[in-house]
């Protein structure tokens, strides 16, 4: 059974992951969506809101699902017995730190592949930081997110205002 990890931040998951996550989708026969620390960035949304928005996102696909994991990605994907790790990217100006984390983890567990998947166009000038800048300042940013969770999200930035 091919298992594959989708890794990231999703404060909140946009357009742009939910394309890469049904794209995954078709490839493997489970994707885990999983929400991690990225110690360079201080979160809005709780982890256990990431993970809530994530699974309202993907309740059309069966074979995906969403957890936390508060520690290394590679001891996350070794836990599940997964061996791919999937990453979206957007511009060159990804690929830097991509390459760098692909890198890093590969040294970390050389059992591990890191698979690249280039963002469709449609999506690729969206990010999460981009969603909530707009959204803070008064923005539509309707058609950035899934629409399951834009009520949501829309809600929680309103609040915090
Ligand atoms: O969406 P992001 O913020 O670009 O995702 C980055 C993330 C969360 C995937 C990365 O920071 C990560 O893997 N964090 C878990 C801790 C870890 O394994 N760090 C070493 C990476 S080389």
Redesign the pocket.
């Known amino acids: 059974m091919s298992i594959a990890v989708y ?5 909140p998951i946009t357009c742009g992951h939910l394309d890469i996550i049904k794209r995954s989708s078709r490839m493997f026969d489970e994707v885990i969506v ?1 929400v ?6 201080r979160p809005l949304f709780s982890a256990v809101e990431r993970v809530r928005l994530i699974e309202k996102s993907i309740a059309g696909l069966p074979n995906c699902r969403a957890m936390y ?1 508060d ?5 996350f994907v070794k836990q599940q017995g997964a061996s791919v790790v999937i990453k979206g990217l957007r511009a060159i100006s990804d690929f830097e ?1 991509e390459f ?2 692909a890198l ?2 590969k040294k ?1 567990n050389p059992d591990i592949e890191t698979l690249f998947m280039v963002t469709n166009a449609n999506y690729s000038y969206i990010s ?1 930081s981009i969603v909530k800048e707009i959204a803070d300042l008064g923005g539509n940013f309707a058609d950035l997110l899934p629409s399951e969770i834009y009520e949501e999200v829309k809600q929680k930035i309103e609040k915090g205002r």
């Not at 520690?71 to 001891?75: A, F, K, N, Y």
Request: glycine residues 8%.
């Open positions: 890794p990231g931040s999703f404060d999983a991690l620390n990225n110690s360079s960035k994991f520690g290394l990605l590679v001891d730190y760098q984390m890093l983890n970390l999460s």
